[in-house]
């Protein structure tokens, strides 16, 4: 038998490396970042087209290569940064590996034009497929320039699972954000399709924050500065009115290298306990000074994890560092806040509305009302498997239960003959019936016939808006601005009639009739572009079904709102006539039964 391991060819393994370090176009972007802040660049220009999958250009006027440095580069594991087995572990450059861009010359055709001061002459070299196909001294100015095109044209599998340019120039954004915040003293431009994005000047950490997600940002940041023999803390946490209920603006850098690591997000997320919904993330740039002995960053090809040599003293740290800034500057639970954002002390949610719907009727009906009643509701109600009650004309419509209707110590017989809904610990509704107990959970339910309320309008083109008296004003980062424009058609779909002002600002002129007054309308807007960024939980839906998803979130019912009966019974019978009652939009289940059998074995055991 012949022998069949082999070596794979030099164009193979090159692509397969590329694989674990080159995975989209801002991949590309970070690796050549780091490179150019390596190379004591005070000046870096991003320039891309397509969201990079066409052209990438990064131009610096850093220090420059060699004829001979330029073209070792460009060979796999050569490296400036490592010079004996123990450098591993006191790395404190961006880019050590010594495989982006021979990696990114496996799946692209690469340009590089470099000079250092002390050279008359430049150096540009041509790469295709890993293959040089020109060197040749020209004239640039210092620094290096890399210009990247046709991201992937030899290997169109991983071309095909780009995702849309939209999607793709979030990631670049994302990247392009990690290095200029972690290195304000540096100057950055980001250029897209020949229109400039950002124009970041050299400065303070805290101009640098304004400038990339706006001004409004100024008035909510806390600073925080913590020394300790073991690790130092500086940057800025926001106060609780930036929380969001996505994670997109928590940013955490160990030695100026951005870092992801739920266990130190989650540190700071507890110092904002009692101040901030549990729903909701707080805004933060916080950087971690650490000798480098102490941590390993050669774990990950993206070198975005980190190993600690003790991460619960740097998660206890972290915590109380939070906490002690936003003591400092009086950021403390109070009763202000707490009627300010909406939260319950008691149950951690929101307060209660009152009415469900407007013209909602009193509580009392009088007899024959009660009996209609009682009939829809058994015709409701039966259309569940298993679930039935008494066809009877005489059965009796007592008065709502008490809440401690459950501890009632007499021997009277409790909700077994009829059908009136009782709310149980303010988040669920129960109805019982002759064989089954019906428990519907009030928030995901009402997210179900929201949801489809509003997908209903959408398919008959009648999706009601109601003008503003006053029109708001969102002012976005550019990144949002960027996401945003892209909604602004899908939201005038769903009733919000918005525009764009110029400058990342929108007016909103009206909003969809649906909507009520427990959420403003910049508030409703700014959740879902978060959720919209976010986007993990709402993956396979269409945009506008997006913002029909979120929507329906903040508009529901929180746990925690008091009902009344007739709001109960309306509640289910609108759950009920929908096309799909078992789950709420995000797969949650709207109700569960209980069977008289299930019931009465539980008692036996």
């Keep these: ?29 970070k690796e050549l970042l780091d490179n150019a802040v390596d190379a004591q660049a005070t000046e870096i220009n991003v320039i891309i087209k397509d969201a990079g999958k066409t052209m990438i250009h990064i131009q610096d006027n850093g220090s420059g290569m060699s004829p001979t440095d330029a073209r070792m580069s460009l060979e796999r594991h050569a490296t400036s940064k490592l010079r004996k087995a123990e450098d591993l572990f006191d790395i404190r450059t961006m880019g050590f590996r010594g495989e982006a861009l021979a990696s990114i010359a496996a799946i692209a055709h690469l340009e590089i034009k470099t000079r250092r001061a002390e050279d008359q002459i430049g150096t540009r070299i041509l790469v295709e497929a890993s293959v040089v ?23 169109p599998a991983r071309r095909k699972f780009l995702k ?9 954004l994302d990247e392009f954000h990690h290095l200029a915040l972690a290195f304000e003293n540096i100057q950055f431009k980001l250029y897209h399709n020949e229109q400039e994005i950002y124009s970041l000047p ?35 946490i926001g106060k609780p009115k930036l929380g969001k209920k ?12 951005f870092i992801r690591s739920s266990y130190l997000q989650h540190a700071v997320k507890s110092a904002y306990e009692d101040i901030l919904p549990a729903d909701q993330y707080p805004f933060y740039v916080l950087f971690l000074d650490i000798n480098a002995d102490k941590i390993d960053v050669n774990v990950h090809p993206t070198k975005q994890e980190i190993k600690f040599e003790d991460e619960r003293i740097i998660y206890n740290y972290l915590r109380v560092a939070c906490r002690h800034a936003l003591g400092k500057y009086s950021i403390t639970p109070s009763l202000d806040f707490e009627q300010e954002v909406g939260i319950n002390r008691s149950t951690g949610d929101a307060p209660a509305r009152t009415s469900f719907h407007s013209g909602m009727s009193g509580m009392e009906r009088d007899r024959h009302q009660e009996k209609e009643n009682i009939k829809k509701w058994g015709a409701l109600l039966e259309s569940i498997e298993g679930f039935s009650i008494e066809k009877s004309e005489d059965v009796a419509y007592p008065s709502p239960p008490s809440a401690n209707v459950f501890n009632n ?24 019936g002759l064989a089954n107990m019906l428990v519907v959970d009030q928030r995901a339910a009402h997210e179900r016939i929201l949801f489809e309320s509003m997908m209903k309008d959408l398919a008959s083109h009648n999706a009601a808006t109601q003008k503003l008296l006053w029109p708001e004003t969102i002012q976005s980062s550019t990144a949002d601005a960027a996401v945003l424009r892209e909604l602004v058609p899908h939201l005038q ?57 979120v929507m329906a979130s903040n508009l529901s019912r ?10 109960m019974q309306s509640l289910i019978e609108q759950l009920m006539a929908s096309d799909n009652p078992y789950a709420s939009p995000s797969g949650r289940k709207t109700f569960i039964t209980f069977g008289k059998e299930e019931i009465l074995k539980r008692f036996q055991s």
């Design 202 to 236: 050299a400065g303070s950490l805290r101009n640098r924050i304004i400038n990339i997600f706006g001004k409004k940002i100024n008035e909510h940041l806390v600073p925080v500065e913590e020394e300790t023999n073991y690790v130092n803390f500086a940057g800025y």
């Design 164 to 172: 849309s340019d939209q999607v793709e120039m979030r990631h670049i």
């Design 493 to 549: 779909t769903l009733g919000f009639d918005v525009a764009e002002f110029g400058h990342d600002t929108f007016i909103i002129h009206g909003i969809p009739a649906i909507m009520t007054d427990l959420i403003s309308p910049q508030q409703a807007i700014e959740d879902i572009l978060d959720r919209f960024k976010e986007g993990h939980q709402m993956m396979e839906m269409k945009p506008v079904e997006k913002i029909a998803f």
């Design 133 to 155: 196909t020109v060197q040749e001294g020209c004239q640039c100015p210092v620094g290096t320039s890399v210009i990247v095109r046709n991201l992937f044209y030899n290997v």
């Design 1 to 29: 038998m012949p022998d069949i391991i082999r070596l794979l060819p030099d164009s193979i393994a090159n692509q397969i490396a590329a694989g674990e370090v080159i995975q989209r176009p801002a991949s590309v972007i």
């Design 409 to 432: 110590d007499t021997n009277d017989t409790i909700l077994t003959d009829h059908v009136v809904p009782v709310q149980l610990w303010q988040r669920y509704i129960v109805v019982t």
């Design 558 to 567: 929180r746990r925690g709102e008091i009902m009344t009966t007739e709001e």
């Design 246 to 257: 996505s994670r997109g603006e928590q940013f955490l850098f160990v030695n100026r290298r």
